[in-house]
């Protein structure tokens, strides 16, 4: 079956930190770009950061670079997602994409609150 399945979402003070992880099935991980996307409540989906099929090549929102990282381990077909200093402006729902397959994850809900 082919799907990607997110977790790691929840709440987080600003200031603080989070990784999420998308765990895909049904294809060869390693051969495809993957992409995480957030969308915030009333606002439009945006992408947030992408990963080459190999991990080498990297690249981000400008609202996020610098605080957020993306990376993937091949070997166990998953790609995450480390979120450090967090502001109240990241609380969105953040999903995984293979953009080859137009496939999405179900979303995983961050929110940063004091």
């Known amino acids: 079956q082919v799907q990607l399945v997110e977790s790691g979402g929840g709440l987080v003070q600003p200031g603080g930190s989070l990784r999420l992880s998308c765990a895909a099935s049904g294809f060869t991980f390693s051969y495809y770009a993957m992409r995480w996307y957030r969308q915030a409540a009333g606002k439009e989906r945006e992408l947030v950061a992408a990963i080459g099929g190999g991990g080498a090549s990297t690249n981000y929102a400008d609202s996020v670079k610098g605080r957020f990282t993306v990376s993937r381990d091949n070997a166990k077909s998953t790609v995450y997602l480390q979120m450090n200093r967090v502001t109240p402006d990241d609380t969105a729902v953040y999903y995984c994409?293979?953009?080859?397959?137009?496939?999405w994850g179900q979303g995983t809900q961050v929110t940063v609150s004091s």
């Open positions: 994409n293979a953009p080859r397959f137009d496939l």
